[in-house]
């Protein structure tokens, strides 16, 4: 199936232009495409893996994926799905958000070898001069046409208005498709759907400009079951930054995923065979919870790693307990199966004289120092007034709460201090 085709059929593909050409081109493995990564922020985040996924896709087809960082594009300021200007960047602020988005491309992509490009417009954008750049590429735009792209029109009709150094906006972006064109042979171009017009801009530029035929391919804007735009939550963005959303938090956010979502999601950020995809469309209660696990896991191996992965499966198994995931549920997915007490036995234990916990027990300040959870009795009553320690998953509200025989299942306890930290405390002899 050509690399088109199989987008297409995972959900990928919102429009496309000249597309039987644009499939014989992909036809032949070796082609290069690219994406543009203005870099507006340090981190990217969810709502960007549909492109970042699309351009893995591509190289997983045997194509030479171009990241495109927008070193020079991103000093003025992409005015598409915005109703305000963007907040000018400085120069060293846009390297600060540069160094962060190479390394968190270079997590899904393969680099080496010349198998993936990372490139930076700023290399030829900077250095363009005003009036022969007039001349030369401004001549092939009507304001006319350009005032009726989406992007654009929305603006003009808002009460801030379009400034001119966003109106260049779509003017360089064609002219990075051309450079591309000329110096990578790189006839195709991805984004998001609100980019449909820079991207036809391009398409028209390098027809004009360079003689040959290029190619555009946009992507739907992903919206949950319950109308919400993907990567929003109500604590803000899930980025693709550890340091911003954990593993173990990134792992939640996936299997918190709105039952109507699972299979379309599994299509869109895992590279589960269609098929097994497609087999989760029946499924419900247990079953359907086991495939937002098998989500959780792939999405978070892909971003973090499999190590990172394994440890949200594990901590997420600790709080909520052990999934039992049946061999035939998706099974080219890499995720622990079955109920062999790994996951809980991954996490710290300590044993403690069950006399301890009998009669009155032992407070709860003293039970996550003595676990070292807290450094001290006092920076344990801290933790715990703010909320941030844990008692079998339910969260400590007293710090002289009581910890009795009564609290230990099975023989223990699970202790959690913040986000990452656990503990089992066993009743001892």
């Known amino acids: 199936m050509n690399v088109i085709e199989s987008l297409r059929d995972r959900g990928f593909v919102d429009n496309t232009t000249h597309e039987e050409e644009l499939v014989e081109y992909l036809s032949a493995p070796g082609k290069r495409c690219y994406i543009g990564f203005d870099p507006t922020g340090s981190s990217l985040h969810v709502g960007h893996l549909v492109t970042v996924m699309a351009l893995c896709h591509m190289q997983r087809a045997g194509h030479c994926p171009i990241a495109l960082v927008g070193g020079g594009t991103g000093m003025i300021g992409?005015?598409?799905?915005?109703?305000?200007?963007?907040?000018?960047?400085?120069?060293?602020?846009?390297?600060?958000?540069?160094?962060?988005?190479?390394?968190?491309?270079?997590?899904?992509?393969?680099?080496?070898?010349?198998?993936?490009?990372?490139?930076?417009?700023?290399?030829?954008?900077?250095?363009?001069?005003?009036?022969?750049?007039?001349?030369?590429?401004?001549?092939?735009?009507?304001?006319?046409?350009?005032?009726?792209?989406?992007?654009?029109?929305?603006?003009?009709?808002?009460?801030?208005?379009?400034?001119?150094?966003?109106?260049?906006?779509?003017?360089?972006?064609?002219?990075?498709?051309?450079?591309?064109?000329?110096?990578?042979?790189?006839?195709?171009?991805?984004?998001?759907?609100?980019?449909?017009?820079?991207?036809?801009?391009?398409?028209?530029?390098?027809?004009?400009?360079?003689?040959?035929?290029?190619?555009?391919?946009?992507?739907?804007?992903?919206?949950?079951?319950?109308?919400?735009?993907?990567?929003?939550t109500h604590k803000g963005a899930v980025w693709l930054d550890p340091e911003r959303t954990s593993a173990?938090?990134?792992?939640?956010?996936?299997?918190?995923?709105?039952?109507?979502?699972?299979?379309?999601?599994?299509?869109?950020?895992?590279?589960?065979?269609?098929?097994?995809?497609?087999?989760?469309?029946?499924?419900?209660g247990a079953d359907l919870n086991n495939a937002k696990a098998v989500l959780a896991f792939e999405a978070t191996a892909l971003c973090h790693g499999r190590e990172a992965a394994l440890e949200a499966y594990k901590s997420a198994a600790a709080m909520f307990g052990v999934k039992q995931i049946a061999d035939s549920l998706l099974p080219s997915s890499g995720i622990p199966r079955g109920d062999d007490g790994s996951a809980l036995d991954a996490v710290p234990c300590l044993a403690v004289d069950a006399g301890e916990f009998q009669g009155e027990g032992m407070p709860a300040f003293k039970l996550f120092a003595l676990a070292g959870l807290a450094q001290s009795g006092g920076a344990a009553r801290k933790l715990i007034q703010q909320g941030g320690a844990y008692l079998n998953g339910e969260r400590l509200d007293a710090w002289d709460r009581a910890v009795t025989e009564a609290d230990f299942e099975g023989g223990e306890v699970l202790l959690r201090a913040g986000k990452k930290r656990y503990l089992r405390v066993a009743l001892g002899a």
């Not at 590429?137 to 046409?145: K, T």
């Not at 990578?184 to 035929?213: F, P």
């Not at 039952?259 to 087999?279: G, I, K, Q, S």
């Open 78 to 232: 992409d005015p598409s799905g915005k109703t305000e200007m963007r907040q000018l960047l400085t120069p060293e602020i846009i390297d600060e958000n540069k160094a962060g988005l190479r390394a968190q491309l270079s997590r899904f992509l393969d680099f080496s070898d010349g198998k993936a490009l990372l490139l930076d417009n700023a290399d030829w954008l900077t250095g363009l001069e005003y009036i022969p750049f007039l001349r030369e590429v401004g001549r092939h735009f009507s304001v006319n046409r350009m005032i009726k792209a989406e992007s654009y029109r929305a603006r003009i009709d808002s009460d801030e208005g379009l400034s001119f150094i966003e109106f260049n906006y779509m003017l360089l972006q064609a002219y990075d498709f051309y450079e591309l064109c000329r110096t990578h042979e790189c006839y195709l171009q991805m984004g998001g759907s609100d980019q449909w017009g820079n991207i036809v801009a391009g398409v028209d530029l390098v027809r004009r400009k360079y003689g040959k035929t290029a190619f555009g391919v946009t992507f739907p804007l992903i919206m949950t079951a319950a109308g919400i735009k993907m990567g929003k």
């Open 248 to 284: 173990y938090d990134y792992y939640q956010f996936w299997v918190n995923t709105d039952d109507a979502d699972v299979e379309r999601f599994l299509a869109l950020f895992t590279f589960l065979p269609m098929d097994e995809v497609r087999a989760v469309a029946g499924l419900s």
